[in-house]
């Protein structure tokens, strides 16, 4: 078993490796040269863009630069849903990868961190993955692979993903529709909601931790009760 997953990721490595020379990784954000890409190569071109999207997220690229581009190319609807697809399927690569191969390396490597992470994320799976989604400083990898690595179940580690992803999703995605259109509104319509989601992110988190210290004198007033 031990050689079979020093095989798998020797061939996720080498196929890594592969994706470097990639012209599509090299010009991911280059909006101009994408659209004269997927020009010359029609249907495969988007089909090349959506794969190497999804290599670029899972290697911890941010999601911001898919969702402004995709908004530019593919304007708010489809922009929308082609981010939250690629986004979706590379947090599925990331957790799988850590599930069946990563595991038992972090766990030894980081004991301590894996632990603390895992009792994090053991209670109310849903609320604890849908904060870190929408804190707009934390890594998206380091979630899919601690989640996978400490087997964070499958239903609310997607759900609160997807609903984790919507609001950047959407602000970035106008942006980038709003770069290409005319009208001018697109964009302000993005800042304005770009606060706003800041604004309640802030206050989400500010009850989290107001429960979680509640919850840690509760437990110490019933320890010192008995």
């Known amino acids: 078993m031990k050689w079979l997953k ?8 080498l196929l890594l490796i592969s994706q470097l020379n990639n012209p599509v990784i090299a010009h991911i954000a280059d909006k ?7 020009g010359q190569n029609g249907i495969k071109g ?31 609807y489809l922009g929308t849903l082609l981010t ?9 690569i990331n957790y799988t990868v850590a599930h069946f191969l990563l595991a038992n390396i972090l766990f030894k490597r980081f004991p301590n961190r894996m632990r603390k992470f895992n009792a994090f994320a053991s209670r109310a799976p849903f609320t604890k993955i849908l904060l870190l989604r929408l804190f707009p400083i934390g890594n ?7 989640s996978g690595s400490v ?14 992803y919507l609001p950047q999703t959407i602000i970035f995605v106008l942006a980038g529709a709003g770069i290409k259109s005319p009208d001018s509104n697109l964009i302000y319509v993005s800042v304005g909601l ?17 429960q979680q210290v509640e919850s840690l004198n509760q437990e110490s007033n019933l320890d010192e009760a008995s």
């Open 6 to 13: 020093l095989a798998a990721l020797i061939v996720i490595i």
């Open 32 to 38: 101009n040269w994408l659209v004269d890409y997927i």
């Open 46 to 76: 988007d089909v090349i863009l959506l794969v190497t999207s999804i290599f670029f997220l899972a290697i911890s690229g941010p999601k911001q630069v898919i969702a402004l581009v995709f908004g530019y190319l593919y304007h708010i």
């Open 84 to 92: 939250i697809a690629v986004c979706v399927v590379a947090a599925s």
């Open 140 to 146: 998206n990898v380091v979630t899919n692979v601690l």
């Open 151 to 164: 087997r964070v179940p499958l239903v609310p580690f997607f759900c609160a993903s997807i609903l984790g």
């Open 194 to 210: 770009g606060v706003v989601s800041t604004i309640l992110t802030s206050l989400i988190y500010r009850d989290h931790v107001k």
